[in-house]
Structures are given as structure tokens and as C-alpha cells.
């Protein structure tokens, strides 16, 4: 929708350019801010057209740049040996977005907007993704992007914070994932996501996400009974009720779920085969 | 700043918040819809460099030279791109508003794509056909054919079939050509639907007068407030502010938004601006601006002073006669019965010997059925643009189903004579009853009064949620008996309906709802108590169903309920008791109601449609491990409302050999103006690309009641129908045909009605973990006498299942603290996606109804009806316990089962 207290727009190419004016926010897909009438912002800044590349593929890992779209993120050719690149995929399709938003929405701006279902989020902080954060006094600190939310919609990053890229090392990259995901409509907004990951000495990471306000990270040094799971995932979490889900039935699934991703993970590997249907 | 609109450079720099959307319909380009204008609808997808974008969320100064294609733009000139060729052909669409960024998406899709469609198709919300077209469009334009799911019944004729079902009965033809000369009874294609495809056929907002003014509406923050004083001054100093409405400006007459045949059917409780305000969001005052931008600035400069109301949200204690007063002043000469107990319309009686009866009984089964509010959720919102045109008449062009009941309202408000006000629509992008109402074209009028400038008011989709009108919330208690071989010894019905803070629709909704769900059935006895309140909560309207869906959820679960405790067929249960040909009908004392008759009985047909189809299948097989069950409901409906529903029409054979049809009833996705067509060119015996429509326009015919209550054939089509016949019997005479053109009229009252069934049935899939249900088989059967156009029809049937399933299981306004929607975004409300709407199998009575015209009935309401009942008693089957509550959402189901498993287990 038109922001019709917008009177500036600028396009930035420089770091200085980042820095903002009182009333401006950063825009780079802009599939969040054009959604809402957004009365208090009157100037955006364009960072799309920082020279930053979207996506760096090097030894070490993933680098998702602040401008790589969602897109773009699926379209990267498969790595050989990281198992876990569909996991981008399933939180893509895990999103409410649709395929049509994905070619301007951004990955990073996902994780900035830090809702509860932010699926994009999710896979980064299953894959120990951690933030690149330029901070308005020119300083930068990195932050694991599992523990930038505060809560559904709030974060750590301060007033003109950018975050520059998100960082996915290459070992969480090996492993391999899962993700299920419920709404209270087929391919609604998330009610309750799980995603995993399993490395290859056997660790276990499973990270609960929209059912809970904050994302919640399980890590195992082997794999746990499903029970203990369970009982785990059930048991701790800030669970909440809203329009896309009561905390009982939060709580409840997210245990079903987590049970199903495990299974996903110590079953047999699907490997080129594996599907996105992740449905609960 | 330049791009390339459509193979045409526009020029021109957007405003520095502008979204491309608006953009692109500023410089013309109005193939590109709003629908929510927040990326979850998909109405305005455009391609940018050939990869599709909600054009709502993209900024417009990134499109700097780019190359844009809108719906206009997917085929050169006049020409029709492949998937515009299926949606048109297929019935694809029913308003049409959604088509354009349908069809546009559509043509960014590859065979890749076809598997995960309805993924695919997630982001694009259609909220009349059901999908199922949709879906059909785009495989056999992806694949150029059918690829060999239609069983290679595709081509030529396009007749399909399920591929499991007799093809007698399966009504499922694409349309046929607009030059065939068959008529009556064949699908002919919309007269609309190559421009419908295109983008190009204009809605409310797709014409324009240059210098309009923009109107925006300050909403209460309060659920029960008197406004003390409201200053203007500063929005008023604003550069581009011409006028700030408030009740001060506003005339002390009284009305209801809601409209009908009869003025006093609606309690006269509502003021255009009014110095209290009863719910949240309503009114408080309106501002007239160059811009929307300066609307904006101008709404938060105005400051309103409010002395605070105790509110009551809650209908029971709304009519304890210790709540809060909302309309402490109205009395019954103003439509409100007690007005000390928030009390509108109450509806008491019974015959025979209920509590006899329900003693006698050897089963019995109660409890209390409610429903969650839901919107209409038309792709297109409501507004309207108003001007003084050359003659002096104030002049609306508006999104409504009752132009001429809109033009005689604001008249009889704005103490004018009805002949100086013209109202008009254009093509409607979708009623489903919530545009049987004034809520944009009284302020408009106001404010071109005031001005004497043209005025538009386009409400945003959050205004649709908390400014329009939902579906009423029922509760009600439903108490049945019957004897051991399962006929019916009472029926003990209490209702009780919640109209929000004004009661348009409120007496109409309660009364139908308890007409036809309770004739449906002989008991020999019956008690109704029914009463509707005001809370101060949204107002509820009119919408599909008119209350019957509400009461016939309760009736067929206890119906349900009793055949589950006495061992009998839910089918022959309804056999068993359900009303015959002929039989006396009655609710609260035997007799039917005035005008009602039995024009035609296709219950029977459709009971046994429906159940072969279920014992058939369909091979859907349940996931491993989920629980399964069958499910199935009957409604009965009236053909038309009662006390009258008055249409007039005239057909003029011009000298050139073609023929103009003028009526007054509106397009909105219900395909009358196809029907009317197919209605003339039959009884003149021409081709249907002969005639032409000149519809929905106070200026196009002397009257018509308007397009809701179902009566699009049964109406207006009769009216068209006696017109063409007199312009038959001039032409047969062998009267010449003078430059004007020689015209027959014909008008119909309505007031002879008959009734129509619907029989629908599930078998559904319950993930008794995480409540999830799962729609295996989905089956209606419809009575709806001679099917005029069955391809259509059958779209009317989709489009009703799909919206009941919407309200059974996904829909749900949350009501905030304050009374008001909390959820007003359709990424926190769910309307079905593609996903969630399965193929439903369509069955048709073979029967012919002696009110016609040719023996039609309507259907466009009732086959909402049964769905949420069916699907209710589905899952009771599938895990062991009742819902009583709709939506059936995952959590509930969850909740119902684990609580059924602690008890068995």
C-alpha cells in the first residue's frame, strides 16, 4: 500500500548512506513495510543497491548477504556435501509468503523482522547462523541469529543497526535437517514450526520456532530418545496464543512435531529425493 | 522516471512511498486490482522483467526501466493469452476481481510448477469459485490440454466428468462459444469474460473523474462513547483539506445501512454521523481531501473529545435488562422492540405438544450449536464515487447488489426527490451479501453536498473488518426427540442472535433463520424462542445464508445425534422426517407462510444423489493413521424472500437485428447477467451474441428490489422473461421495428415463492494429534430445478461449498476487548487458499419448477448451507465427539479429541 507519510526515499550505496534520519527506516524487499500503513516512518532508505554480493559460497561456509532475496537463496546451485541446503526451501515454503514475494522479500530482512514465524529465521538459527551487525556508530558485532529475538516482532537490534549478512558455517551445512510446520490452515501463517539438524558426529540441534515467541534451541551430544524430546520441547518455551494459534494446541503440536522431525533425522536419508511436502 | 507498461512507455515520478500499484492505476493501467493491499491477496500481481510481484509491496520508484505486464499486456491487442483462453472458457472466475493477478500468475507457471499447484497458487485468493476451475485453467494452459487427467474429454466439447461418476448426473461442462445458438440450458460463457480476463472489464474504481476528491473516515477508538466536541481547526488549515464532516453536518434522520424491498423491515437506528458512537471504528467524523496523503495527515489532526459508555459485548447479558442501554431512545415505531433490554425482534411460539413430545421420546438429543463471525471477504471493498452530473442529480457509481433501494434511501435521508438521485454500479467484485447495505454512499453524498465536488471513498481491507459488517453469531440450543424407529416427536429450538451495535439485517436474519431450517422438518410438535440484541460490537449483516446456516448447524447435528443413538442411516433419517411434496409446512404454528409453495420437490433426489455418491467413493485414501468418517446435512431454502421482491425489465429489438436487455439487478460474480441472456435469447429465438445488457442503473429500468436474497433468475430473470415474450408477441404481429428500437416490458412481485434443497456430504481425515481434518470426498446434490446454465451453476454450488468450508473450519474474527475485529488482516484471518478447497462432486435434481422462468430455481446461497453441519458431523464420526462450535479449527478438533480419547481411554 501507498505510505502515505513517506516524503523521502533514498537509495544508499556507501555505509554512510545507511546511517538514518529521524522518521527513516531501511527498506530492502520492502514486503513488510509496503504491507502496513507504517504512519511514523517518513523517509525510507534503499539498501538494495549497496554493492554487497547476495550470496558468497566459500569453505567456510554460507554468506547471505543483506540484499539476497529469497529467491535468489533457492536458486543457489547445490554445494556438494551440505546436506542441509533444502532446509531453505522447506522454510521458504513454511512462510505464508507466496512464491511472489519471494523474489523481493529478503532472507535477512526476515530474520530483522523477527516474528514469531519467521521461517527464514528459523533455518538460519538451525544451521548456527550468526549475524554480521553494523552498528549506527560505525562499529560491527556479530550475534547468533537464534538469539536476536525478544519477542513476536521485537529484537536486539538497536536504531540504525543493518545487519550486513548472516553467516551459516559450513559444518551445520553438512548435517542433515528437517523442518515440519503447522498452521491452523494447510498453508497458513505458522501456528508451530520444529527444525533440526543432525551433524555428522551424531549432535542433535532442534530449534522450536512460532509456536513459542522466542525461539527455543535443544542442542544433544547424541540423539535423544523421542521422549525426552518431547517432554523437552513441551516443557520449557514461551508458548502464546494469538490468531494463528491457542498456547495449549501450541504446545501440544510442538511436541508432535518435534517427534516427527527426529524421526525425519535418524530415519533413513532421503537424499536427492527428499521432498518439501513438510506439512505436519 | 520511465517504464514500459503493456509494450507502452509511461513516464512520470511516483511519490517516494508510492507502491507500484497505485502507480500503475494512476497512469491507466487498471487491470492491476486492490484487494488488500498488503500482499495477501495477490489481486494486483503484475510481472516485473517477466518475474511476478504483489505490486502493492513493490516500490514504485524501483520500477524505473522496467518492463511491466498487467493481465492487459499478457496477449497483444485484443487477443487473448492461452491462460486467458482457460479461465474464460472454464468458468474461472465468478466476479472476476481476483482474475487479473490470477491470470498473471498463471503465466509464470511451468509443468515444474503443476505439482505443488496449490502452493503455487497460495498468494492468490479467490473467494467465488471454489478453486477447482482455477485450478483445471491452469493445468490445460501449462500443458496446452489436459495432459490426459480429463480422460481426453477436454477437447471439443470440453465436457468433463469425475472420472467415478455417472456422466448423467456430473454437471461439469465448459462453457460453449458465444455464437452457439443453444440457449436455455447449455453453459454459455459470460458476456463479460474476455474482458474479465483481460483486466478491462471496469470495476467501481477503474473509471475516474479528473479532480475527484478523496474522503477518509476517522473510526471511534471507543466501543461506547458520546462525542463531546470534535476540532477541526487544524485539519481544516491544511493545504488541500476542503471539508471535516461530523454529525453536525449530518441530517437527524434515522435509517439502516441494511436494505430491503420494505423500509421498516430494518429498525431505523443509524445516523450518516451521529454524536454516539456504539461500536469500535465506527464513524466519528470524515475529512475531504485533495489526496489520500493529506486525508491521512488531516485524520490525526483532528482532536475529539469523548465521554466514555459503559459497554456490554456479551448478547446474554446485553438483554438481561441490567446491561447498558445502546439505543435507549428507539422504540418500536423505530424497529426496535424493547430497546431496556437491547432487545430488536423476538420470535416465540410453537404448536403441538413439545414437552410431550420430547418425553415420549426414546431418544433425545441437546446442546447448544454457536458460530464465530466471518467475513465476506469480496476481493473487491466497498466504495463509491459521487458527482452532481449535467442534470443536476446527485450521481453515485458504486460497488452494491441494490442500487435503486441505495438511490430511494439516500433520497428519503437527504429529504430529496428520488428522481434527483441516480445510482449505479458497475461490475461488483463480489456481494456475498455485504453489499446489501449503505456503508460508503451516505458519507459520499454528504461530502459532495458539501463541496460540490466528485468524492470517492475506497475502504481499505482493515475497514472491511471493523467498519463493514460480518455474519451474525448465533448461539443456539437445539433439543430433538424421536421415537425408536426414528421419526421426529418434538423440536425445542432457542436462539439467540447477536447483531452487533446496530441492527441492520438483525429481525430479517433472525426470522429466515428460523423459517426454512425448522419447515424442513414435520415434527408434530415445535417451540421456537428466538430474540436478536445489540452488543456493542461490530455490526453483523446480511450474508450468505441469511441466518439459515446458523440454525441448520444446530438442527442437523442434534438431527445427527439422534441417528447416532438410534442405530439409524443418517440418510434414511432425513428420509424419515424431512418435509414431502406437498406437506404443510410450519414453524411456530402449521400453515405455510404467505405465497410459499411446493413449485417443485427435488429432496428426495438429491438424499439419494448424495449417498450413492458417498457408498461410490472417490479412492482418496485417509493418511496412515488418521481417523476417518462420513458425514451429511440437508438444507431448505425459499426461492425468494417474503412480502415481495419486485423487478421491472425491458427487451428492445433494435433495427440493426440485435437486442438491448435493460434491468436493474447487479453483476457480482452470481452470473445473472449470463442467465439473462440465455433467458431472452431463448424466448425470442435469437442467438445469445445478439443481445446486449444495460444493467444495475437507477437510469436503466423503472425498479428493481436488488440482487441479494438469491433472486437473480428467480426475479429479475422472470421479468426479463415476460419481457422478451411481449417483444415477441409485437415482433409476431408483424409490428415494424421504428429507428428506436420496439421494446417489450415485463416486471414480476416475487410474492408466489417456491423452495429449493441441498444435500451435502464428507468423508473426511481427522490427525487426531494435531486436529487436523482433511476433506477426502466432498459431495453436493442440489435441487435447483431446470439448471439454466450448468457450468455456471455448478460454479455457484463450488463457490457456496468452498465458502462454507471457510466458515466450518478456517474462518474466525477474534473479538478484542473493545468489541472490534483483532485479526483484520487476511494473513491472520483465513479465507480458503487453493489448498484447502478439494474438488466437490456436483449432482443435480432432475426436477422443473412451475414458477420458473423455465422451471428454475435459485442457487446461490444455499449451497453454503449444509456444508459446516456435514462437516460437523464428519468429524463426530471420525473421533467420537461433537463439535459444537464453528470454526472447526485444528485446535478444537485437537481439543475435542484428546478430551474423547481421556473418556474412552
Request: negative net charge; charged residues 25%.
Amino acid at each position: 500500500m501507498d505510505l502515505t507519510a513517506v516524503t523521502g526515499y533514498r537509495r544508499a550505496t556507501t555505509r554512510a548512506d545507511l546511517a538514518l534520519a529521524p522518521g527513516e527506516t531501511l527498506v530492502a524487499g520492502g514486503t513488510w513495510v509496503f504491507s502496513e500503513p507504517n504512519r511514523d516512518v517518513t523517509g525510507l532508505v534503499d539498501l538494495m543497491t549497496m554493492p554487497w554480493e547476495p550470496i558468497e559460497v566459500t569453505d567456510a561456509g554460507l554468506r547471505i548477504g543483506a540484499t539476497c532475496t529469497i529467491a535468489r537463496l533457492l536458486e543457489e546451485p547445490p554445494v556438494p556435501g551440505w546436506r542441509a541446503q533444502p532446509l531453505f526451501d522447506e522454510a521458504a515454503n513454511a512462510l505464508l509468503a507466496s512464491f511472489k514475494i519471494w523474489n523481493e522479500a529478503t532472507v535477512v530482512g526476515n530474520v530483522c523482522r523477527s516474528f514469531a514465524a519467521a521461517a527464514m529465521l528459523a533455518a538460519c538459527a538451525t544451521l548456527d547462523g550468526v549475524a554480521e551487525i553494523w552498528a549506527a556508530d560505525g562499529s560491527v558485532r556479530r550475534e547468533p541469529v537464534a538469539s536476536l529475538p525478544t519477542g513476536n516482532g521485537t529484537n536486539t537490534l538497536r536504531a540504525g543497526d543493518v545487519v550486513r549478512a548472516i553467516d551459516i558455517p559450513a559444518a551445520a551445512l553438512r548435517g542433515r535437517t528437517a523442518l515440519r510446520k503447522i498452521a491452523l490452515a494447510e498453508l497458513g501463517r505458522s501456528g508451530a514450526v520444529v527444525t533440526g539438524r543432525r551433524d555428522e558426529d551424531d549432535a542433535v540441534t532442534i530449534v522450536v520456532t512460532a509456536a513459542t515467541l522466542t525461539p527455543c534451541v535443544y542442542s544433544f551430544p547424541v540423539p535423544p530418545s523421542e521422549a525426552r524430546l518431547v517432554e523437552s520441547v513441551r516443557s520449557e518455551g514461551d508458548f502464546y496464543t494469538d490468531a494463528l494459534g491457542t498456547e495449549d494446541w501450541r504446545r501440544h503440536v510442538t511436541g508432535v512435531l518435534a517427534a516427527r522431525v527426529l524421526a525425519d533425522l535418524m530415519g533413513a536419508d532421503p537424499g536427492d529425493d527428499r521432498r518439501t511436502e513438510c506439512t505436519a | 522516471m520511465r517504464m514500459d507498461v503493456d509494450g507502452v512507455p509511461v513516464e512520470g515520478d511516483p511519490k517516494p512511498g508510492q507502491c507500484l500499484r497505485t502507480y500503475l492505476r494512476s497512469r491507466g493501467a487498471t487491470a492491476v486490482k486492490k484487494g488488500c493491499d498488503a500482499g495477501d491477496c495477490g489481486a494486483c500481481a503484475v510481472l516485473v522483467d517477466g518475474k511476478p510481484v504483489h505490486s502493492c509491496l513493490y516500490p514504485a520508484v524501483r520500477a524505473e526501466g522496467r518492463t511491466i505486464t498487467t493481465a492487459a499486456g499478457l496477449a497483444p491487442d485484443d487477443a487473448l493469452a492461452p491462460v486467458q483462453e482457460e479461465f474464460a472458457d472454464r468458468f474461472a472466475f465468478q466476479c472476476g476481481f481476483c482474475t487479473p493477478g490470477l491470470v498473471v500468475t498463471a503465466a509464470s507457471l511451468k509443468e515444474d510448477d503443476l505439482p505443488d499447484l496449490d502452493r503455487r497458487l497460495k498468494g492468490s485468493l479467490c473467494r467465488c469459485t471454489g478453486y477447482r476451475p482455477i485450478r483445471e485453467a491452469v493445468k490445460h494452459a501449462v500443458r496446452g490440454g489436459c495432459g490426459g487427467e480429463c480422460d481426453g474429454r477436454c477437447g471439443g466439447a470440453r465436457e468433463e466428468t469425475a472420472s467415478s461418476a455417472p456422466p448423467s448426473v456430473q454437471a461439469a461442462p465448459a462453457s460453449s462459444r458465444e455464437t452457439d445458438d443453444r440457449v436455455v440450458g447449455t453453459s454459455a460463457r459470460p458476456p463479460a469474460a474476455a474482458r474479465v480476463v483481460q483486466g478491462k472489464e471496469p470495476y467501481t474504481f477503474d473509471a475516474w473523474i479528473p479532480g475527484t476528491l478523496r474522503l477518509k473516515v476517522l473510526g471511534s477508538p471507543h466501543a461506547h462513547a458520546r462525542i463531546v466536541s470534535i476540532d477541526a481547526s487544524a485539519a481544516l488549515a491544511m493545504d488541500g483539506v476542503h471539508a471535516v464532516l461530523t454529525h453536525e453536518d449530518a441530517p437527524a434522520t434515522r435509517f439502516s445501512t441494511a436494505r430491503h424491498e420494505n423500509r421498516g423491515d430494518d429498525p431505523r437506528d443509524t445516523r450518516i454521523l451521529d454524536d454516539v458512537v456504539r461500536f469500535q471504528g465506527q464513524r466519528v467524523a470524515a475529512v475531504v481531501a485533495d489526496s489520500l496523503a493529506i486525508a491521512d495527515a488531516a485524520i490525526e489532526a483532528l482532536r475529539v473529545e469523548y465521554e466514555v459508555l459503559p459497554a456490554v459485548f456479551d448478547p446474554e447479558e446485553a438483554r438481561s435488562g441490567t446491561a447498558p442501554v445502546i439505543h435507549p431512545d428507539r422504540t418500536p415505531e423505530d424497529g426496535v422492540r424493547d430497546a431496556s433490554r437491547n432487545l430488536i425482534a423476538s420470535w416465540k411460539g410453537g404448536y403441538g405438544e413439545v414437552d410431550a413430545g420430547l418425553a415420549e421420546a426414546a431418544a433425545v438429543a441437546t446442546g447448544t450449536w454457536s458460530n464465530a463471525r466471518v467475513t465476506h471477504a469480496q476481493l473487491e471493498t466497498h466504495g463509491s464515487i459521487g458527482w452532481i452530473d449535467d442534470l443536476g442529480r446527485l450521481t453515485l457509481r458504486t460497488s452494491s447488489q441494490v442500487p435503486f433501494l441505495v438511490r430511494d434511501e439516500l433520497a428519503l435521508i437527504l429529504d430529496r426527490a428520488p428522481e434527483s438521485v441516480r445510482v449505479f454500479t458497475a461490475r461488483v467484485g463480489g456481494g456475498f451479501g455485504g453489499k446489501q447495505e449503505i456503508f460508503t454512499e451516505d458519507i459520499v453524498s454528504l461530502a459532495v453536498l458539501k463541496t460540490g465536488r466528485p468524492v470517492a471513498y475506497e475502504m481499505t481491507r482493515t475497514e472491511e473488518f471493523t467498519s463493514t459488517a460480518t455474519r451474525h453469531p448465533f448461539r443456539v440450543t437445539a433439543t430433538l426427540g424421536a421415537s425408536a424407529d426414528g421419526v421426529l416427536t418434538a423440536m425445542d429450538i432457542q436462539v439467540l442472535s447477536n447483531t452487533g451495535a446496530y441492527g441492520n439485517h438483525a429481525i430479517g436474519v433472525m426470522f429466515h433463520g428460523c423459517a426454512e431450517s425448522l419447515e424442513a422438518y414435520r415434527s408434530p410438535a415445535k417451540r421456537l424462542d428466538a430474540e436478536v440484541v445489540y452488543t456493542n460490537t461490530t455490526p453483523a449483516g446480511a450474508f450468505r445464508g441469511y441466518g439459515l446456516g446458523q440454525v441448520i448447524f444446530a438442527v442437523e447435528s442434534a438431527l445427527d445425534e439422534l441417528a447416532l443413538q438410534l442405530g439409524i442411516d443418517p440418510f434414511q433419517m432425513r428420509r424419515l422426517n424431512a418435509v414431502k411434496d406437498g406437506d404443510e409446512l410450519g414453524v411456530t404454528e402449521r400453515g405455510h407462510q404467505d405465497g410459499l409453495i411446493f413449485g417443485s420437490y427435488g429432496l428426495d433426489q438429491c438424499l439419494d444423489l448424495a449417498e450413492a455418491a458417498l457408498v461410490r467413493g472417490n479412492g482418496v485414501e485417509a493418511p496412515d493413521g488418521w481417523a476417518t468418517g462420513e458425514g451429511m446435512a440437508l438444507s431448505m431454502i425459499a426461492t425468494i424472500p417474503p412480502r415481495g421482491h419486485r423487478a421491472t425489465a425491458s427487451v428492445t429489438a433494435r433495427p440493426d437485428g440485435t437486442f438491448l436487455i435493460a434491468a436493474g439487478t447487479a453483476e457480482f460474480g452470481n452470473g445473472t447477467h449470463t442467465v439473462l441472456g440465455q433467458i431472452a435469447a431463448e424466448a425470442l429465438g435469437v442467438p445469445v451474441s445478439l443481445i446486449e445488457l444495460r444493467t444495475s442503473d437507477t437510469d436503466a429500468t423503472t425498479y428493481d428490489t436488488g440482487a441479494f436474497g438469491s433472486t437473480g433468475i428467480t426475479v429479475a430473470g422472470k421479468a426479463v422473461h415476460a419481457a422478451a415474450i411481449a417483444l415477441k408477441a409485437r415482433l409476431d404481429s408483424g409490428e415494424a421495428i421504428p429507428p428506436e428500437g420496439l421494446t417489450g416490458e415485463g416486471s414480476t412481485d416475487g410474492m408466489i415463492r417456491s423452495l429449493a434443497f441441498n444435500v451435502q456430504a464428507f468423508r473426511v481425515a481427522v490427525d487426531l494429534e494435531t486436529g487436523s481434518v482433511r476433506i477426502l470426498q466432498s459431495i453436493q446434490a442440489a435441487d435447483a430445478g431446470v439448471v439454466l446454465n450448468p457450468a455456471q451453476c455448478r460454479g455457484q454450488i463450488e463457490g457456496g461449498v468452498a465458502q462454507g468450508i471457510g466458515s466450518a473450519l478456517y474462518e474466525e474474527i477474534l473479538v478484542g476487548d473493545e468489541g472490534s475485529p483483532a485479526n483484520p488482516a487476511f494473513r491472520t484471518y483465513r479465507v480458503p487458499q487453493s489448498a484447502d478447497v478439494p474438488d466437490t462432486e456436483v449432482y443435480f435434481a432432475e426436477t422443473s419448477d412451475e414458477l420458473g422462468p423455465f422451471g428454475a430455481k435459485s442457487m446461490s446461497e444455499s449451497p453454503y448451507n449444509p456444508v459446516a453441519p456435514a462437516l460437523a458431523n464428519a468429524i463426530r464420526r471420525a473421533i467420537g465427539a461433537r463439535p459444537y462450535e464453528i470454526p472447526m479449527s485444528r485446535d478444537r478438533v485437537w481439543r475435542l479429541a484428546a478430551a474423547a480419547e481421556r473418556v474412552s481411554g
